[in-house]
Nanobody
Framework: QVQVVESGGGLVQAGGSLRLSCAAS????????MGWFRQAPGKEREFVVA????????YYGDSVKGRFTISRDNAKSTVYLQMNVLKPEDTAVYYC??????????????????WGQGTQVTVST
């Protein structure tokens, strides 16, 4: 079983920045690809960004390209989501997810096997 714990959410003004962290336990962290999704009230869970096991390849959702950056520190078993130039429409619960196999797509929730409990990000005008 893999434990996934997000942290770093909060309230920020539009145009500001926030960094989320996600720690994953279980098997060797470097064997997992990792992703971030978000879900706003009344909406489906949306892909945000993902990073491969090695960190060599990154995948971004269209709505966050150029503003959000994902990185990982395998020595700390942690992945980070740096969010810049935040907009009110970025308000959502952000979920970190572990991709432990090659099934499915990086862009789909079906491609991930373990999820955190989520952390709220609220962007005010």
């Amino acid at each position: 079983q893999v434990q996934v714990v997000e942290s770093g959410g909060g309230l920020v003004q539009a145009g500001g920045s926030l960094r989320l962290s996600c720690a994953a336990s279980g098997r060797t962290f470097s064997s997992y690809a990792m992703g971030w999704f978000r879900q706003a009230p009344g909406k489906e869970r949306e892909f945000v960004v993902a990073i491969t096991r090695s960190g060599d390849s990154l995948y971004y959702g269209d709505s966050v390209k150029g503003r959000f950056t994902i990185s990982r520190d395998n020595a700390k078993s942690t992945v980070y989501l740096q969010m810049n130039v935040l907009k009110p429409e970025d308000t959502a619960v952000y979920y970190c997810a572990v991709r432990s196999s090659f099934r499915g797509s990086y862009y789909s929730t079906a491609g991930y096997d373990y999820w955190g409990q989520g952390t709220q990000v609220t962007v005010s005008t």
